[in-house]
Structures are given as structure tokens and as C-alpha cells.
């Protein structure tokens, strides 16, 4: 089945110091990948995607994410956290369906903590 | 009113009553969608509409059912729910599927807790 892994519940990283949230994916083809974040009592905000083009992928807020084929991951990465990042992280692939249209397929979500 | 929109936002119902969820987008999409957000469980798509044809519909049981009367509005509407059901009721819309600028946005969500 082509999906989305994210294997760390929650992530925890001093105000200041560079964070990484995890994600590998399993597709056919080439992948298109997206990341959202989640405020609390908010939907989901789209932060950036890879379609095709360079493995470093600029998106909202000063975050980026690293494409890597080799070892089949996405991971969102920004230089210099703020403890008004602290929300709910949210990989996801585009997957075809059956009827021909697509959908997102998303994980199960990255808790980030970022400490004053 | 920008983006898009959910009401109620919160939704508290009993098992017998019958209520329903609406959405409405100010992007000018034309796909819409619904998901179900529980605790520690990945989000799960339930409908999609694209020009107010549903197109995927996810094995939802029928006490979910759907409406898009244009390409503006989406509702959900619910009868004879369990207390399973309760979770947060995220609303979505794209531009037409099958286009490479894939992104969605999303509304606010309903939180229902079914009683």
C-alpha cells in the first residue's frame, strides 16, 4: 500500500537549535509529498511539497524539507526553532486511485515541542 | 469570510438525533473533501466531491451522508451516530484533481461528541 511513515510521536528541541521531523514514504513512481502543520482547536496549514526539481524544498515560516530518494524520506527541517512552531506536524503522498482521481494519503503525525 | 469555513464548531449530539456539518470555501476551488481526525490515528479521508460529483467515497458508513450542492458548499449530514464517531470533522478543498498544484486547504473542523 503507498503511504506515509512518521516514527516519532513527539519531537522535543530547545528554542534556538535546528529540528527535524521524520518521514519515509513507500509509493510506485515518483512521489509527490506535502507537509502540514496543525495549530490547536485549527485545520491543517499547508507548509510546502516536492513534485519534482531540486531535493531542497523551501516552504512557509522558514522551514524546509530534504528530499531523498535513496532512502525514501522527506524530512522537514528548519534552521532555528521558535516556540511558536510547537504544533502538530503532518506528512503526506498523493496516491491515484482506482477511479483515476488522486487523494493524500497522510500520517499519523509529529508532535513538536520547542522549549523557552 | 477568507479560506474556508465549518459550522458549527463544536457539536455535542445524542445517539437518535439527526444534525448536520457544513463547509463552505471562498478559494474558488472546485474539489471538496471530508476527513476524520481521532486521537493517535492518521487522518482518514471519508468523501470527495469534485464539481459537486462524488468521486471517493471510503467505505463510510451510511449514517454519514453526504452533500455538495455546488462546488462551494459541502455538508455532512448525520443520523443515528455512535459514541465511535466522535472525533474532529475536517473539511477541505483543491482545485480540480488530477492537477500537479495538489496542496488542500483546510477549515477549522467541527469537534462532535456523540453521547
Known amino acids: 500500500a503507498q503511504s506515509v511513515a512518521q516514527p516519532e510521536d513527539q519531537v522535543n528541541v530547545a528554542e534556538g537549535n535546528p529540528l527535524t521531523v521524520k518521514c519515509t514514504y513507500s509509493v510506485s513512481g515518483n512521489p509527490y509529498l506535502f507537509w502540514y502543520v496543525q495549530y490547536p482547536n485549527r485545520g491543517l496549514q499547508f507548509l510546502l511539497k516536492y513534485i519534482t526539481g531540486d531535493n531542497l524544498v523551501k516552504g512557509s515560516y522558514g522551514f524546509e524539507a530534504e528530499f531523498n530518494k535513496s532512502q525514501t524520506s522527506f524530512h522537514l527541517k528548519k534552521p532555528s526553532a521558535l516556540v511558536s512552531d510547537s504544533a502538530l506536524y503532518f506528512c503526506?503522498?498523493?496516491?491515484?486511485?482506482?477511479?483515476?482521481?488522486?487523494?493524500?494519503?497522510f500520517g499519523t503525525g509529529t508532535r513538536l515541542l520547542v522549549s523557552p | 469570510e477568507t479560506g474556508v469555513t465549518q459550522t458549527p464548531r463544536h457539536l455535542v449530539m445524542g445517539m437518535t438525533n439527526k444534525k448536520s456539518l457544513k463547509c463552505e470555501q471562498h478559494?474558488?476551488?472546485?474539489?471538496m473533501y471530508w476527513y476524520k481526525q481521532s486521537a493517535k490515528k492518521p487522518l482518514e479521508l471519508m468523501f470527495v466531491?469534485?464539481?459537486?460529483?462524488?468521486?471517493e467515497n471510503n467505505s463510510v458508513p451510511s449514517r454519514f451522508s453526504p452533500e455538495c450542492p455546488n462546488s462551494s458548499h459541502l455538508f455532512l449530514h448525520l443520523h443515528t451516530l455512535q459514541p465511535e464517531d466522535s472525533a474532529l470533522y475536517l473539511c477541505?478543498?483543491?482545485?480540480?484533481?488530477?492537477?500537479?498544484?495538489?496542496?488542500?486547504?483546510f477549515g477549522p473542523g467541527t469537534r462532535l461528541t456523540v453521547t
Open positions: 477541505a478543498s483543491s482545485q480540480a484533481l488530477g492537477t500537479e498544484s495538489y496542496e488542500q486547504y
Open positions: 478559494l474558488g476551488h472546485n474539489a
Open positions: 466531491y469534485s464539481l459537486e460529483e462524488r468521486v
Open positions: 503526506a503522498v498523493r496516491v491515484l486511485m482506482n477511479t483515476g482521481f488522486q487523494k493524500l494519503v
